[in-house]
């Protein structure tokens, strides 16, 4: 019989294992040529990762598509200047040194995305799943023989693969393998000698010298504990997102701090962090605790209004006095006491400690192991979460502080793999359902999101912290100007690809509705100006460094540091606007990037000529950092060191003489104001990114120095300062001190109540001020600004941070950096408007600075600028009010 079965064969499968092993040699291919090509991102060239679980042709292809990636077999050619390798040799030129013509080594700091290690998908499974429960169970099979040895100390212990505990596992298994069946642990435990393994009395005994009780005495009243807690987590922990509000008020009430030393150390720092944002007098030192009685009187007294800064300091002396134990494992609580002592020593004289304490808390974190991903793999999600906020909470101190004196870091990127903190708010851990329980909502960004975001910017300053700032810099790296420009763009691009990726929500936008959002958002980009600051800083031109890898640094650093004042003003008016008491319009974070931008400043001033209306605007940003200082300065003294080292730096008696405007820069401003606004608008946005500043040659030094004079860099000053909201604020207390009893008002609305002859200055413009040659630079008062009111007209549109990337152009010096600009505006009163208006602060600089500017020098001795600045700020927090206006109120 004939077959008469037709069903065509079908195609075989791959044989089993075939995918996996395919995957695996393109893995290794992968890791072959990131060794030879460092600087090459291969995503570039032959696309991204496929998501096996997601996967789709047709988009896949259109994302090759988009990166011009040709149909395979063919290959997008490789840049040529990504084929140099530390093995490829280089011609010497003549007149080039041995050391600059040797090849620059290959340096990848960073890699494509840094904190791709870092983010986890709550949404996506585990990568390597597998190798973190191994970790895990290895872990706890070794604290499990600890405690099997019978240790009066035995606490749990994190070791790593590179300590003998590991070895002995590793040896244990191996006679397991072999047929062994007796336990080493029980063999030790039959034959130890008793004297060398129990802990001595007088190791107990000096591990519990000093220990005391609370001393419950000095806690809060009922009623001012809550005040303290909801000012805490509504001004702290708002930016460094230690605790969680639901858990720890769950705490609080159940009454833990009454039996539970740890979470009382807790509370103890929550009131003392929380004491700064709230005037109650019941948080500052008593007197009868001073030393001296002098002390005891000046406390009385308050003369020179220091009292204020002793809130809080009485519940850290209670944390102190309780002691505690050196032979006492790490705790969450431990942790969490330390990150908070951290954040409030941010006020102290010495805020160095700072840099120590965290330095402890990070090693403490690697002594229970919650750096590593697998150690809190089997414990509570709510325990792992709050584990794993006090660790990256630790690093960004660490970090933050670093920078800030100039010391290493306490743990490298390389030393830990724990994950990012979950963006969930703290009301969506428990909610009842364990299926919705640590799932923020759809279309809801999390608070937690700007933290995360920081952390991202923390690695990059770790970076350059290794690297820009090595002390032992390998000696090829010290004198090869290539290598050390490959590391400042490597850097670079790091901080394009983060603001490419910062969230919508998060992005800067100073009329931004949400004041949570707005507060987060101008922590996180004076934070991300501050890190471009650090990466340039080093290659300023100057006396001793004229090369400076040919790098645009002062440039980049001058933008970056406008950038921070725009930012520090309108988070200082918008403050103000929403009716915060003094002192708290700005998060302590803008203290040391305003104080960094004004010297950067200071040097772009003293590094080559300016025109007059170059030398206005810098000396216009100056004071923004100086009202910025005195607004912080009255919660934190370091803020006041700060702007006393301002007000010195700043005497414009020291200052190089600006010259006046050139006649072809004046020519092209008067071509430039009868630009139409629509073309005036559009230019905000594309000429910030596009335009190259033309090098004066007549100027001397480095081309980087000088030659800022340019039409276009000219043009896009003028328009930033045109707008109100870039404008500076006129007068440090605008509604804060011409009546004192507003002090320790908490019920400030969000509109400024009092009139205009309220105010600290409301003198008219003098007559030799109206007769100086440089007044018309400003608007004058006749003619009406750009931007009457804050209410009206229209601002230049928002320029997105991706079209803000720093670029280079080798040969010729490029600014592209410029500061951001903003894309709407604030809410005010008219009252308001007429403080932020073109007409007041200017022309009062305009008054008192005739000498920077060129003008009759005034014969009297006082100082120009220290009369500015006390015109500018108001009146001096730390000299006596007269007795009609009375002392500062407390209550």
């Known amino acids: 019989m004939d077959c008469t079965y037709l069903e065509a064969a079908k195609r075989r499968g791959p044989p089993k294992g075939y995918v996996e092993t395919l995957e695996q040699r393109a893995g290794r291919l992968e890791r072959m040529l990131q060794q030879v090509y460092p600087g090459v991102d291969l995503n570039e060239y032959v696309g991204p990762k496929p998501d096996r679980e997601e996967f789709d042709i047709n988009a896949y292809h259109g994302t090759l598509r988009s990166l011009n990636i040709p149909p395979y077999p063919t290959l997008k050619p490789v840049h040529a200047e990504h084929l140099v390798t530390p093995h490829t040799s280089r011609s010497t030129s003549v007149g080039t040194s041995p050391a600059a013509a040797a090849p620059s080594p290959s340096m990848q700091v960073l890699g494509p995305s840094p904190w791709a290690l870092y983010e986890r998908d709550p949404a996506k499974p585990v990568e390597n799943e597998s190798d973190v429960e191994e970790e895990a169970a290895a872990q706890l099979s070794i604290a499990t023989s600890m405690s099997q040895l019978d240790i009066r100390d035995s606490h749990w212990r994190w070791h790593g693969r590179a300590s003998g505990a590991f070895l002995m596992r590793q040896f244990e298994d191996l006679k397991s393998a072999t047929g ?397 606007q929403e009716g915060c008491l003094p002192g708290r319009a700005l998060n302590v974070s803008f203290m040391l990037p305003t104080w960094i931008a004004a010297i950067i400043l200071l040097i772009n001033i003293y590094s080559g000529k300016q025109t007059t209306a170059e030398r206005e605007k810098a000396l216009i940003d100056i004071g923004r950092c100086i009202a910025a200082g005195k607004e912080l300065e009255m919660i934190w003294r370091q803020s006041g060191k700060y702007t006393d080292f301002l007000l010195q730096l700043a005497r414009e008696s020291g200052m190089p003489n600006a010259d006046k405007v050139p006649a072809v820069e004046k020519r092209l401003r008067d071509s430039i104001s009868q630009i139409s606004e629509p073309s005036r608008r559009l230019e905000s946005v594309q000429g910030l990114t596009a335009g190259t500043p033309v090098h004066d040659s007549s100027s001397n030094g480095h081309p980087y120095c000088h030659g800022r004079s340019s039409g276009q860099n000219s043009r896009s000053s003028d328009e930033q300062f045109r707008h109100p909201s870039m404008a500076p604020v006129a007068g440090f207390d605008l509604c804060n001190f011409t009546s004192p009893e507003t002090y320790g008002d908490t019920s400030a609305t969000s509109h400024f109540p009092y009139s205009r002859s309220d105010l600290p200055f409301t003198h008219t413009p003098s007559a030799s001020a109206s007769q100086n040659d440089f007044q018309n630079i400003f608007q004058p008062p006749s003619q009406p600004s750009q931007y009457p009111s804050n209410t009206g007209g229209v601002p230049p549109e928002f320029v997105p941070p991706s079209q803000l990337h720093t670029q280079y152009n080798f040969q010729t010096p490029n600014e592209h950096n410029l500061p951001l600009q903003n894309d709407g505006q604030l809410a005010s009163s008219n009252i308001y408007d007429s403080l932020i208006g073109m007409t007041s602060f200017e022309s009062q600089l305009l008054d008192m600075s005739t000498t920077a500017f060129g003008g009759q020098e005034n014969t009297s001795n006082s100082d120009w600028w220290s009369q500015l600045v006390n015109e500018y700020m108001g009146p001096d927090l730390h000299t006596n009010m007269s007795p009609a206006d009375g002392p500062l109120s407390t209550s």
């Open 180 to 576: 062994g069946t007796s336990s080493i642990i029980q063999d030790i435990n039959k034959h130890k000698r008793q004297q060398f393994w129990h802990v001595p009395e007088w190791e107990l005994v000096i591990a519990n010298e000093g220990l005391r009780p609370l001393d419950y005495s000095i806690w809060p009243e009922k009623g001012l504990d809550q005040q303290l807690i909801d000012a805490y987590f509504d001004n702290v922990n708002l930016h460094l997102p230690l605790l969680n509000h639901k858990f720890f008020q769950r705490q609080y009430d159940s009454g833990l701090w009454q039996n539970n030393h740890g979470f009382a150390r807790v509370c103890l720092m929550v009131f003392a962090n929380g004491s700064r944002f709230v005037d109650d007098p019941r948080v500052y030192w008593p007197a009868n605790l001073s030393m001296t009685e002098e002390g005891r009187e000046r406390l009385a007294t308050d003369k020179d209004g220091s009292l204020r800064y002793s809130a809080g300091w009485k519940y850290l002396r209670t944390l102190l006095r309780m002691g505690r134990s050196i032979m006492q494992g790490p705790n969450l609580y431990e942790f969490q006491s330390q990150v908070l002592i951290c954040q409030f020593l941010q006020g102290s004289a010495v805020p160095h400690f700072m840099w120590m304490l965290s330095g402890f808390g990070l090693r403490s974190a690697q002594e229970l192991g919650i750096h590593v991903r697998a150690t809190l793999f089997h414990a509570d999600p709510t325990e792992r979460a709050l584990y794993n906020r006090a660790f990256w909470c630790l690093y960004h101190i660490d970090r933050y502080n670093c920078a800030a004196i100039g010391r290493s870091v306490a743990i490298q990127d390389t030393d830990f793999n724990a994950d990012y903190p979950m963006e969930v708010d703290d009301e969506y851990w428990d909610t009842g359902d364990a299926e919705r329980n640590f799932k923020q909502p759809e279309g809801k960004i999390s608070l937690i999101a700007s933290f995360v975001q920081t952390l991202k910017l923390d690695h990059i300053m770790g970076a350059t912290l290794r690297t820009v700032y090595a002390i032992n810099k390998l000696p090829e790296q010290r004198a090869d100007i290539n290598a050390q420009r490959a590391i400042v763009v490597e850097l670079d691009s790091a901080l394009n690809s983060w603001a490419d990726n910062v969230p919508h929500e998060l992005r800067w936008d100073p009329s931004r509705s949400d004041y949570q959002l707005f507060r987060q958002s101008a922590v996180l980009y004076i934070y991300y100006y501050y890190c471009q600051i650090l990466i340039h800083r080093p290659f300023i031109p100057g006396p001793r460094n004229q090369h400076a890898a040919d790098l645009p640094s002062l440039a980049i650093c001058v933008n970056a540091a406008r950038s921070i004042c725009n930012i520090t003003d309108a988070a200082l008016k918008r403050g103000r």
